[in-house]
């Protein structure tokens, strides 16, 4: 099952995401939220600050890995 989840990052937290997906043993895909048809994977440096940071992104996922959901609850976007 396909995992949906929105985060805002700053250009620093940016370079924490990509180190913490770099861990995980499956795909991530990002985007931003509001123009999806760029999607990146999400363990490339360039690919993600190459995305628009000012908005909400987009990650979708296939798997588990505690420390990428504990980074992703920490920078979650509060509807």
Known sequence: MMTHR???L???SAVEFVRT???CDFDIDVANANVSTYTVDAKSML???GLDLSTPLK???NG???G???FLEGNAVVA
Request: aromatic share 14%; charged share 25%; glycine share 4%.
């Open 47 to 49: 690919g993600v600050l």
């Open 6 to 8: 929105l985060v805002r």
């Open 64 to 66: 588990y890995d505690q």
């Open 68 to 70: 990428f959901e504990q």
């Open 59 to 61: 990650v979708s996922y």
């Open 21 to 23: 997906a770099s861990h």
């Open 10 to 12: 700053t250009k620093e």
